[in-house]
């Protein structure tokens, strides 16, 4: 997967069947979906792959325990199904986790357990473990510093756990592996229409280069999540909100405030929404939020109240009470939730369900959706693109197409780092064997090592420091101060890799530093 290549191919092809905008889960998938049905398909992202949502989930690949509460029971379905079908196709990054929902009254334990044998039975063959009910000392054993003051008993169930930005790295390596033309920092800047005022293409700009270049093709699907309303906005000539942008975050602490295999869920907080305390490479990782943005951005922020909300929640339920000075890492991301039709509708009322909206223009956007269900929306995206522009029929193949680095489980050694790479693990060991300077540690208190940074630049198309330490190697989600701690050795790396000179990488270790800085709580900040 190198940069330069796809570039090339870019100016090989005059008319692409397919335009796919934006690089996070549902247009990579689709990306996936339409080369893997034989159309020449082309994605463009304006910044880096999975640079926005994408990379900033609750790190869950789940059939959504919530909205089997709502009655909302065929998301569920689909979610599971899709669930069992990843855990298949990217084993190396998908693992089975379990939770437990500690109860601090007597019917919790009765009502969890009946509802979570429903998600088991709806969930069929693909199941990945039985719920059960489970006593006081039961639940203590497996969450040893759960708050036992009041508890009464437990459930645990099963639920699927995953690196998000790896999984869309994979994505990419695997559309391009099945014909795509994929490119990221190429942001689209115009919609090319005819004389009907039909969309038949997109002007891009190389963010590296300033370099435009005319892509035509029949179908444009504008798949940018939170950012659909400024593609509509180039695209309609009366203009109407899409989407609402709602912002989730999470804290990061380290695996001593949960020292344990287990997950920890609350299903019920004050805000109504479901707290996790997930393990996570190593590290514990507590959210989410849901509070309605009015406006979005490529680097969301968490606010103060989000940040207090979600520690007095975890104080309230483990004994080891975490403190602002422990918090490692504090990332938020914005979901594109399909604006409500109806007025005062809170965000957990607006349906998670994904929405395919075709434009007049012919223009195909996609909202809503999660993670567990993109290749699902990526599906459901083609289909329409196929009976809207009178496509050749063509049947879907991703639920049996094995993605970029899928590794059997029973090969995979968990407790090694590189796990996340399954298949690609020999190549980087190799890497450190010829050229062992490679073998430096990132950081002297992780595992991570100059063969995977190297790796990143030449064979997963990371252009920057950031891409490297927040989407390729997670350390910024980690650890943020560890990531400042190793931003200038990445970036000599990448000055070295890509041919730049000193005043790019004395620009690209203050912009990191800035960026990296929002990663930590603001009377912490380096």
Not at 364 to 373: A, R
């Amino acid at each position: 997967m190198k940069r330069l290549e796809q570039l090339a191919k870019l100016q090989q092809i005059q008319n692409w069947d397919i335009i796919i905008i934006g690089g996070g889960a549902s247009g990579l998938g689709t990306a996936v979906d339409s080369a893997s049905r034989g159309f020449k398909t082309i994605l463009v992202e304006a910044v880096d792959f999975a640079k926005g949502t994408s990379s900033r989930s609750t790190k869950l690949v789940h059939g959504g325990v919530r909205y089997l509460e709502q009655g909302n029971l065929s998301l569920v379905i689909e979610a599971l199904k899709e669930r069992g079908l990843i855990a298949k196709n990217a084993s190396h990054l998908v693992k089975n986790q379990s939770f437990v929902i500690p109860n601090y009254n007597w019917w919790g334990g009765y009502f969890y357990t009946f509802g979570l044998t429903l998600y088991d039975l709806l969930a069929g063959r693909l199941s990945l473990g039985k719920s059960k009910f489970l006593s006081k000392k039961k639940t203590i054993e497996l969450l040893p510093t759960i708050e036992q003051k009041g508890l009464r008993n437990g459930v645990i169930y099963h639920d699927g756990q995953f690196d998000d930005s790896r999984l869309a790295i994979n994505l990419a390596q695997t559309a391009i592996e099945n014909g795509a033309c994929v490119l990221n920092y190429t942001k689209v800047i115009h919609l090319l229409k005819d004389k009907n005022h039909q969309v038949i293409g997109v002007i891009v700009e190389d963010q590296e280069t300033g370099e435009k270049h005319e892509i035509k093709g029949t179908a444009i699907i504008n798949a940018t999540g939170v950012f659909t309303n400024s593609i509509m906005k180039m695209n309609d000539k009366v203009y109407k909100k899409y989407i609402v942008p709602s912002q989730g975050i999470h804290l990061v602490f380290d695996k001593a405030f949960l020292p344990s295999t287990n997950a920890l869920m609350i299903p019920k907080t004050s805000d109504g929404r479901v707290l996790f305390a997930v393990p996570w490479h190593n590290k514990i990782v507590v959210g989410t939020t849901d509070t309605l943005i009015k406006s979005h951005s490529l680097e969301p922020i968490a606010l103060e109240k989000e940040i207090e909300f979600v520690l007095e929640t975890a104080q309230r339920f483990l004994s080891k009470k975490p403190t602002r000075a422990d918090v490692l890492s504090v990332f938020a991301g914005l979901r594109p939730l399909a604006a409500p039709e109806e007025k005062g509708q809170s965000t957990k009322e607006v349906s998670r369900s994904h929405k395919i909206i075709v434009s007049e223009t012919g223009l195909i956007s996609i909202t809503g959706g999660k993670w567990t269900t993109y290749r699902k929306i990526a599906e459901d995206i083609m289909d329409k693109a196929i009976s809207v522009h009178n496509l050749p029929k063509s049947d879907c193949k991703t639920e049996h197409i094995s993605i970029h680095g899928n590794q059997k489980t029973t090969t995979l050694d968990r407790e090694n780092h590189l796990y996340i790479y399954g298949t690609d693990i020999p190549e980087i060991l190799q890497l450190q064997e010829k050229e062992p300077k490679l073998k430096e540690k990132l950081h002297p208190n992780y595992d991570y090592r100059m063969a995977e940074v190297a790796w990143a630049i030449r064979n997963e198309m990371a252009r920057t420091i950031e891409d490297v330490l927040a989407r390729r190697v997670r350390l910024l989600f980690l650890d943020a101060r560890a990531a400042i701690d190793s931003c200038e050795k990445v970036a000599d790396l990448i000055a070295k890799e890509l041919g730049y000179d000193d005043t790019w990488k004395q620009n690209q270790i203050i912009s990191f530093k800035t960026l990296a800085n929002g990663f930590l709580l603001k009377e912490f900040r380096i």
